[in-house]
């Protein structure tokens, strides 16, 4: 059974920082790339960052970059999103999601994700 499982969410203050892990199992890891999103109140669920499984090539929504870094420990299953400079916006419930690797093809897209975790809230304080 294919499981991801997002935790590490919080209360944080503006310009705190977090970092949310997604632990995976019931797959070929290694074969997977996994995607970060988020959805806050009211909006749809938006690409934050996604990871490559065969050359760790990393993608960032414009609203992260260079605040949000995401890696990944194939040894350990995990996906990790580290979380500086947080900001009020940056506020939702985070999920992992995982695919197939196949480039950056659509990877903001929710829509080609067929595996996903139960979300961790992020709140972030002003």
């Known amino acids: 059974e294919v499981q991801l499982q997002a935790f590490g969410g919080g209360l944080v203050q503006a310009g705190g920082t977090l970092k949310l892990s997604c632990a995976a199992s019931?797959?070929?890891?290694?074969?997977?790339?996994i995607g970060w999103f988020r959805q806050a109140p009211g909006k749809e669920r938006e690409g934050v960052s996604l990871?490559?499984?065969?050359?760790?090539?990393?993608y960032y929504a414009d609203s992260v970059k260079g605040r949000f870094t995401i890696s990944r420990d194939n040894a350990k299953n995990t996906v990790y999103l580290q979380m500086n400079s947080l900001k009020p916006e940056d506020a939702a419930v985070y999920f992992c999601?995982?695919?197939?690797?196949?480039?950056?093809?659509?990877?903001?897209?929710?829509?080609?994700?067929?595996?996903w975790g139960q979300g961790t809230l992020v709140t972030v304080s002003s």
């Open positions: 999601a995982a695919r197939l690797d196949q480039g950056g093809r659509m990877w903001s897209s929710e829509f080609h994700y067929p595996y």
């Open positions: 019931g797959f070929r890891f290694d074969l997977y790339a």
């Open positions: 990871i490559r499984n065969s050359n760790g090539r990393t």
